[in-house]
């Protein structure tokens, strides 16, 4: 199983409505497949979804980064190279993790294709079905009111609610939400690095002293404020976790051995694929502390290649943010996983299960 061919082509899909965070607003979900052709006929698919606020990358710099990687790991063997072609994909560029992740995914779902088993198999999980969240888009509080009683009558428990755009409207936000929504809703608060440490003190103690206390506080100040992290932490009742302040392994065992966050939100965008994620995994489960497996704007390929790392470190990711596919206007059909809203399931399909047709 050698690699003859890697080539890439653009995934485009209208939103039901516009994802809007205090980062950025996305209209239309726009990512890189990346298709890796081997000698014996098999085909290894991957995926990942620019996010240039984020990671810096765009569709233009993907495909550069992705041409590339893919000429310095041509020729190599899936079965015998495994570990080289991970090493000179990681050593041979810096940066470009959603790049990276996509080839990995690819990489991954041939490599399980190899031993006839689904990845999450190979990667040593079990569980096949998950739930996730949906994420309510920033919005004026009517508009998010709406679209979290909207989520709820569709099945879902769990709202990811984005703020981080005006700290006293934030404070309106989460109380407007919570007081329209049942008792047993489960509220995820993501601020996407919108506050000050001082205003997430402020808005975290004002909701807390009115009896709300949500799941968690995601990733309210800049992703380099570590201190700002810790000095959250130290003043507030709700968990904290750290999403934009976690790419890789360093920067995760960094913010596990300072105690900074009482969560790690992996993503595979962010930390340069499955090897990467399976890596803090392990390093949050050695300090105790749960893990979200979240996603950027993809589609089928890459969410299915988290929900595969989720259910290989089940012990240790116990929040799901796989919504994406859920927003897209159109649902997906190449691929052999279960999106019912709220409720995933994979099955006992060799690799990732995906099958693309261009
Ligand atoms: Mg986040």
């Known amino acids: 199983m050698k690699i003859l061919s ?41 995926e990942g979804a620019p996010t240039a606020v984020i990671t810096g990358e765009t569709l233009g710099t993907m495909e550069a980064a992705i041409s590339y990687l893919g000429s310095i790991i041509a020729g190599l063997s899936i079965i015998n190279d495994f570990e080289e072609i991970l ?86 936000r989460i109380m407007a939400i919570y007081d329209a929504v049942s008792k047993d809703t489960i509220l995820r608060l993501d601020a996407n690095q919108g506050w000050s440490k001082e205003d997430s003190v402020l808005v975290m103690q004002t909701i ?33 976790l750290a999403d934009e302040a976690v790419f890789n392994l360093a920067q995760a065992t960094s913010i596990l051995e300072s105690n900074s966050a009482d969560y790690i939100n992996i993503k595979l965008a962010k930390c340069g694929g499955i090897s990467e994620a399976i890596k803090i995994a392990n390093k949050a489960s050695e300090f105790g502390v749960s893990c979200m497996m979240g996603c950027m704007l993809e589609g089928p390929i890459g969410i299915i290649a988290a929900l595969h790392v989720a259910s290989a470190a089940s012990d240790v990711i116990t929040m799901i943010d796989l919504d994406a596919v859920a927003l897209l206007s159109s649902p997906p059909n190449n691929c052999s996983v279960t999106f019912d809203e709220s409720h995933i399931m994979l099955y006992n399909e060799s690799g990732l299960g995906v099958k693309y047709k261009n």
């Open 6 to 46: 890697i080539h890439t082509t653009i995934f485009r899909s209208p939103l039901k409505t516009p994802f809007k965070t205090a980062l950025r607003t996305v209209e239309n979900l726009e990512d890189i497949i990346v298709i890796i052709e081997c000698d014996d006929g098999n085909i290894g698919f991957g």
């Open 208 to 240: 807390e002293a009115k009896g709300i206390l949500a799941q968690c506080i995601e990733q309210p100040v800049k992703a380099d404020e570590i201190a700002g992290l810790k000095y959250i932490k130290e003043r507030i009742q709700t968990p904290l």
């Open 87 to 172: 090493y000179r994909l990681h050593s041979g560029l810096l940066h470009n993790t959603t790049a990276k992740s996509a080839i990995e995914i690819a990489l991954y779902d041939l490599k399980a294709k190899s031993y006839k088993q689904p990845l999450y198999k190979l990667l040593g999980g079990t569980q096949t079905s998950f739930e996730t969240d949906i994420t309510i888009s920033l919005n004026d509080i009517d508009k998010m009111i709406a679209d979290s009683l909207k989520a709820i009558s569709l099945g879902y428990r769990i709202l990811k609610i984005k703020l981080g755009n005006n700290p006293s409207k934030d404070i309106d």
